[in-house]
């Protein structure tokens, strides 16, 4: 039978999504955080979960009604028809596939600075932050290592994943610690008599392009494996919250024992001018910690090699998914008979990884091409989860969020302001990430006949003019962000956010009770009955 394996629980699922979050982005993420923004850094990180927590809420309710493999590139599709829903899908597979080589080049990177004599050569993996020859060869054996562990079974990558989610929490806790107690420099926090020596601004744009949202975008993992979950409707929204508070204690502590033990002298030319090949090693190398320094080179490999791993089970879910929508070959929406793995899409995907590793060869600049994407299928989750409000009144909600009303509007505008956040000319990237997509999807639109574009196409209108728009005040906006400054800063966000509500209303209103969602009425009604059956046996074993 062509079905996945539900055998997963909660605390499965909820290490799957810190798995996913605690990856590269804490080996790097503070030094870049701190980069951009000096002490008030430790703000991105706050401002992030707040952003990242109103999408999430979004999806999780979205999660429980339809516990589906690679859930995430079908909900827009039930909502709007198959234009928005493949762009929000185009865009969401290319942020998360593109995590996978980016993982394993973290490990490179960190590797390239081991400090042992017998280690010399691998300083020649890495030069001006991009891998050699030598080192795209160890990354690409990384790569199939996260393959392999996913290859046989979920289980195996549950547990594995499990142990190895545990060891990412117990090595960022023990350099929290350490740093904290051997090395900290209160004065760091107001170093050049200022808590936010590049302004405020700066804090906002650390929030989009240091890796704080690309490391947050672990919490779709465990929604895009409910396909798997044992209890959906208790375990999804337990796993995605739960996993973004613990990741935001992490990351919070990890960016202020960062702050607090850089050495004051390499400040004297400002925080802009901090540079580190592996950030937290460097910083126990200069204060002698040596039993950190290895355990931090030991986790170099796990933390990124986990989120990999994580990364490439959730990926083969989101081509399954794409299929089954339409979208993709049917070949690649088949399942292994015995272990209920979509090994067709994963090799796509490891095709896909390959590339992106051969092209960009660098944390930092692969690192913004997800943030970007993922900022735009954002969007989608909070318009989507209100819309079905509307539209699918009929379905089985095993949980029905309170104060979604608000949460919704203002997950969107928060995710717009992100994006802007980002600067000018990295948004402009955004249509062309788009664009490439789109000859894919005119091709199965064409094999179809065109069946049902037309009202498809007027529910995606609003998406189109809105991603123009966000370009063009992108352009046109303040200095701060890289535009030209013809809209100055502070009024450029207060028109981010009027316009977004606009949007928001216009994209809720063009929903419709599409055939998608038709389809997906089978999946719910089997939540539905499920759910049932789990209630008559809880009270059946009372009663005993």
């Known amino acids: 039978m062509n079905t996945m394996h539900r055998k997963m629980g909660t605390f499965a699922l909820m290490m799957t999504g810190l798995g996913s979050i605690i990856g590269s982005g804490w080996l790097f993420g503070a030094w870049k955080a701190a980069e951009i923004a000096g002490p008030a850094a430790v703000f991105s990180w706050i401002i992030g979960m707040v952003v990242i927590l109103c999408i999430a809420l979004s999806y999780s309710e979205l999660g429980a009604m339809f516990p589906e493999a690679g859930g995430m590139v079908k909900y827009t599709q039930y909502s709007h028809g198959s234009f928005v829903g493949f762009l929000a899908a185009w865009a969401n597979w290319i942020a998360i596939v593109s995590v996978i080589p980016v993982e394993a080049i973290a490990s490179v990177q960190y590797m390239s600075s081991w400090p042992w004599d017998w280690a010399k050569w691998t300083h020649s993996l890495v030069e001006n932050g991009m891998l050699t020859p030598k080192g795209l060869a160890i990354a690409s054996v990384l790569i199939l290592i996260y393959f392999f562990l996913n290859y046989w079974t979920v289980s195996l990558f549950a547990k594995a994943n499990s142990l190895i989610t545990i060891f990412k929490i117990i090595i960022p806790g023990a350099t929290i610690g350490a740093l904290l107690f051997v090395g900290f420099h209160g004065e760091n926090f107001t170093y ?100 950190l320094v290895i355990l931090l080179y030991v986790d170099a490999f796990v933390s990124p090699s986990g989120t990999g791993t994580t990364y490439t089970a959730t990926t083969a879910r989101m081509i399954y998914g794409m299929q089954k929508n339409g979208y993709m070959p049917g070949v690649l929406g088949k399942l292994h008979p015995i272990y209920g793995v979509p090994r067709p899409a994963m090799f796509f995907n490891l095709a896909v990884c390959f590339v992106f590793l051969f092209l960009f060869k660098g944390w930092g600049v692969l690192a913004e091409v997800i943030s970007v994407a993922t900022l735009i299928s954002y969007i989608t989750g909070p318009i989507t989860v209100m819309t079905l409000r509307r539209t699918g009144k009929h379905l089985y909600r095993p949980l029905r969020l309170k104060g979604l009303r608000i949460i919704a509007p203002c997950g969107f505008i928060f995710a717009s302001l992100t994006l802007y956040w980002a600067r000018w000319p990295l948004t402009g990237q955004v249509l062309f990430i788009m664009i490439i997509g789109l000859p894919v999807y005119f091709y199965y639109q064409a094999k179809m006949k065109w069946k049902g574009f037309h009202q498809d196409f007027r529910a995606g209108i609003w998406m189109v003019v809105y991603l123009l728009s966000m370009m063009c005040i992108s352009y046109l906006g303040s200095e701060k962000f890289g535009g030209i400054n013809i809209i100055p800063y502070g009024w450029d966000m207060i028109i981010i956010a009027c316009l977004s509500l606009v949007f928001y209303a216009w994209a809720v209103k063009s929903g419709f009770e599409t055939e998608y969602l038709q389809e997906a009425n089978k999946v719910n009604k089997e939540m539905r009955d499920r759910d049932a059956i789990m209630v008559a046996d809880s009270k059946q074993k009372a009663a005993l």
Not at 205 to 213: E, L
Request: aromatic share 12%.
């Open 192 to 291: 050049g008599h200022s808590v936010a020596p590049y302004g405020w601004s700066s804090v906002l744009t650390a929030v989009a392009t240091s890796g704080i949202v690309f490391a947050f975008n672990g919490f779709q993992s465990p929604i895009n494996m409910a396909g798997e979950a044992k209890k959906p409707s208790r375990s999804i929204p337990v796993a995605v919250v739960g996993s973004v508070l613990i990741a935001t204690v992490i990351y919070t502590l990890l960016q202020v024992a960062f702050i607090g033990s850089v050495d004051p002298s390499m400040l004297v030319n400002g925080w802009h001018h901090l540079n580190f090949n592996s950030p937290f090693a460097d910083l126990a190398i200069a204060l002698n910690i040596n039993w």
